[in-house]
């Protein structure tokens, strides 16, 4: 079975320009999630999908981001003007969801952003 | 904002000893608490899970403990081997029927095993 996978694995771009990263969830998951870690600090949430829908968006930093999950299927994430500060690792994560006990979150390779 | 912690940035330990890498974690109201080993150019990788309603469960060669009372995490890696060489990291959420399904990750302890 196919894990998460995202694309690009390497991004560099310049300050002001939109880079869009994409991530496949695992076939069958529900939920998705960003997350990135920015500056060797701690891996932060950003957003969680369940399908189509925005359930969570609490951690996305500001409106430059951007989150579609068009079909409930892939997710891409745009940022447009990217910065310097919006440099690092983006993950992406799918789940099974449900109403278990645990939904454990599988989590991509991640894509290296590097704003210059 | 509530955050988990880690004490120890690096572990350094020989081949064939057992690790611990230890986790704090702030906020009472997590039910749910995940450990993850990264490995270089990789995500994430699922290790092991554990509930607030347990205070011990075990895995191939792992082992997670959780004291709730002084919030406190460690996972326990038996006859480490030069692969568990990784960042490691705790996380916590709340349970899966509030619908808060964020992730709160620590800073990571890297383990280095030597031979």
């Known amino acids: 079975e196919a894990g998460v996978t995202q694309f690009p694995s390497h991004s560099v771009i310049e300050k002001g320009q939109t880079v869009t990263l994409r991530c496949d969830p695992i076939s069958g998951h529900d939920n998705l999630y960003w997350y990135r870690r920015v500056m060797g600090k701690e891996i932060k949430f950003l957003l969680h999908f369940v399908k189509e829908s925005k359930q969570d968006e609490s951690g996305m930093p500001n409106n430059r981001f951007l989150a579609e999950r068009t079909g409930g299927t892939y997710s891409t994430l745009k940022v447009q003007p990217a910065e310097l500060e919006d440099s690092g690792v983006y993950f992406c994560?799918?789940?099974?969801?449900?109403?278990?006990?645990?939904?454990?979150?599988?989590f991509g390779p991640g894509t290296r952003l590097t704003v210059l | 904002g509530e955050s988990v912690g880690l004490h120890l940035p690096t572990l350094s330990v020989q081949e064939g000893d057992n690790s611990i890498i230890n986790c704090a974690y702030s906020?009472?109201?997590?039910?749910?608490f995940i450990w993850y080993k990264q490995e270089s150019g990789k995500g994430p990788q699922f290790i092991i899970d554990i509930r607030s309603n347990m205070d011990k469960r075990q895995g191939q060669r792992v082992t997670v403990l959780l004291n709730k009372t002084v919030k406190h995490l460690s996972l326990q890696i038996a006859a480490t081997q030069p692969g568990d060489s990784a960042v490691y990291f705790c996380a916590e959420t709340f349970p899966p029927d509030t619908g808060r399904r964020a992730l709160t990750f620590g800073s990571g302890t890297r383990l280095q095993v030597q031979p």
């Open positions: 906020n009472s109201a997590s039910d749910y």
């Open positions: 994560a799918s789940s099974l969801g449900g109403s278990g006990s645990t939904d454990t979150q599988y």
